[in-house]
């Protein structure tokens, strides 16, 4: 009960220091190892539960870069991969003509920020639907974490 009592007077005097608060309370009630969460293993979603048309989100908070995962991961698995920003005209051309490449020659592809491309998500879902791909296709996908970007249920 001391612990909550201190966290609602934090909240009430310093709300700047809420979240280093939550986190002290948290793991001393639940304790230390409540908050760990430990490393996804991407190896075995990829060989085995991940297929060619249905492309792989990876979500991070703002200002977080979560690409670095798949590059870690094609290199530990030998693939060759190609990446693409998105948010602008070019950037939207060029991951069509390596979307298309990829699919082809069974190689991987990375969009990256397609948080900043909301409305070209629904003219990629159809272009992937129409894709004839190979069976190592796969097609990651980095976001930050956004309202516009819904997640079907």
Do not use: M
Not at 29 to 41: A, K, W, Y
Not at 132 to 143: C, D, G, P, V
């Amino acid at each position: 009960v001391t612990n909550f009592r201190n966290l609602i007077i934090i909240k009430i005097l310093r709300p700047d220091r809420i979240i280093s608060a939550a986190n002290i309370f948290v793991g001393t009630t639940f304790g230390e190892n409540f908050l760990q969460i430990p490393e996804l293993d991407f190896i075995p979603i990829i060989q085995n539960e991940s297929a060619p048309l249905n492309p792989l989100l990876l979500c991070s908070t703002p200002g977080y870069d979560a690409s670095y995962r798949v590059d870690e991961l094609a290199a530990k698995l030998n693939k060759p991969y190609k990446s693409v920003a998105i948010g602008s005209a070019e950037g939207f051309e060029q991951a069509d003509k390596i979307i298309f490449g990829a699919a082809k020659a069974g190689t991987w592809v990375l969009l990256k920020n397609i948080h900043l491309a909301p409305q070209w998500l629904i003219q990629l879902e159809k272009k992937i639907h129409s894709l004839n791909a190979h069976n190592n296709f796969r097609l990651f996908l980095t976001s930050e974490i956004h309202p516009v970007l819904c997640v079907d249920t």
